[in-house]
């Protein structure tokens, strides 16, 4: 099996995509984050201290999309076209899900910034809720579907 981010020397290497089409490519990811009661009722009622917890939860899973390549080391910066995002109620687990729709017209995918748009988000949501609830728990991060590229649709 070929390594393919390591070189010769088995040093580490970014994969060097300069070869590839550049094609439209789209992936969806999304993540849950369960809390209290207490907690749940303060952000739907937006009485938290710090502020609008989902509207910021939002703001920071697009600039955790954008700012992929500088976190994971192997990442290739691209240049997004569009990132979307949504936050759906669960009221009878007392959770969220954030759902990230990240595409960019490029020669690599964009799981990785769709994936790191789901953790900086719920990790937004944990630091603006923790003086209420210090028990939640982020879970059920994946990958939904992806588009575009060699590898083809994949959808989970």
Do not use: W
Request: aromatic share 4%.
């Amino acid at each position: 099996m070929e390594l393919t981010h390591l070189d010769e020397r088995q040093n580490p290497k970014m994969v060097d995509v300069s070869q590839k089409d550049s094609t439209q490519r789209v992936a969806r990811a999304r993540g849950k984050i369960s809390m209290s009661a207490e907690a749940f009722c303060a952000i739907k009622e937006q009485r938290v201290k710090k502020g609008a917890v989902l509207q910021t939860a939002i703001i920071a899973a697009i600039m955790g999309a954008k700012r992929t390549s500088e976190l994971i080391p192997m990442c290739h910066p691209l240049f997004l076209t569009n990132v979307q995002c949504e936050i759906h109620e669960i009221e009878d687990e007392n959770a969220f899900v954030l759902e990230v729709c990240a595409k960019v017209c490029g020669q690599t995918g964009v799981e990785m910034e769709a994936l790191m748009g789901v953790n900086i988000g719920l990790l937004t949501i944990y630091d603006m809720v923790k003086a209420i609830d210090k028990t939640m728990v982020l879970g059920e991060i994946y990958l939904i579907e992806k588009s575009g590229g060699k590898s083809g649709h994949f959808v989970r």
